[in-house]
């Protein structure tokens, strides 16, 4: 099969490798789609902290945002899995510690994640081995660009409930990336009053053309019930700390390269309170049903689908010829 593989930061080949097989307990998937991802940007530009963590190693494989068919079972896995298209979960704890047994695999120590840590292969190849366990059946209305974004939905969908936010809530988001759009558009769908905070006139209009109003470049004076951070920006956790309402939520998912600083103090006398996301793990079922009962849509995000040979030019930061405004790009690896 061919696979997308860094080999050392900026260096990558489009390999011919075996094809997967099916351990026990396993599944080889057919990749429809896999898209790429901010985390898949900084393995290649080397920044990504699992490399210098010793978590994540070159050469290696990226791809954690994918849907397929199952081609193969392996030896104790039901066979009504075969032919059944599918997602699954990027975080694959141990089973056995007890963060697993407390259903927080997501967190677990000694956790794989599909093509980022572990030594665990991702999706931007033909052919993908994941446990069983691991796999998300995806109903006919969840085509294959809704399928790859399943996963970056489920951890919107995460965040935008972290928030608490409904009808008669303001919430302010920082970031009109892939992450902070479609936590925008779970928002809105719940009935919450959205603004986007950006930088570019190019996000921002983007923004505008999903139906948002409430799109600023700078904060405007306004009580916000709830600050999301989807930014990478490391200055903006302690704005979104400074313009919540006291007694409001603040959520971070965003992540920069320096540290971040918030006051504490100013966080108690707020009584503000604070949420972390980490993984889509727990919101990956209730996105798939909000995408097919049409909840919400995603796909204006993508703004081009590309073959295996140019995810190296989408990681570099290069626009695919004639892609659309979104800030998604998928990859098609049969293509």
Known sequence: MRAFVLTAPGAYEVADLPAPEAAPGEVVVDVERAGVCGTDVEFY???????????????????????????????????????????GDTMLGCGDCRRCRRGHQHVCERRQEVGVRGGRPGALAEQLAVPASSLHALPDSVDAELGALVE???????????????????????????????????????????????????????????GFTHVWQSVPDLPYDAVVDASTAAQLPERALEVVEPAGRLVYI??????????????????????????????????????????????????????LGETGNVLAGKRPAGCGPGPKVLVDPAS
């Open 45 to 87: 530009t080397g920044h990504m902290a699992y490399l210098h963590q010793g978590h994540a190693a070159y050469p290696l494989r990226p791809g954690h945002e994918w849907c397929g068919r199952v081609a193969r079972v392996g030896p104790g896995v039901e066979r009504a899995w075969l032919g059944r298209r599918v997602m």
């Open 152 to 210: 970056p939905g489920g951890n919107a969908l995460r965040t935008a409930r972290a928030t608490g936010a409904g009808p008669g809530d303001r919430v302010l988001v920082f970031g009109p990336g892939t992450i902070g759009l479609l936590t925008a558009l779970f928002l809105r769908a719940e009935g919450a009053e959205v603004h986007l905070l950006g930088v570019t006139p190019e996000s921002l209009a983007f923004a505008r053309a999903l």
């Open 254 to 307: 965003g992540l920069s390269r320096e540290p971040s600083r918030i006051d504490t103090r100013t966080l108690v006398l707020k009584d503000v309170t604070v949420t972390g996301i980490l993984s889509a793990s727990p919101g990956l079922g209730e996105a798939i049903r909000l995408y097919a009962e049409g909840v919400v849509d995603p796909r204006p995000l993508v703004a081009a689908t590309v073959g």
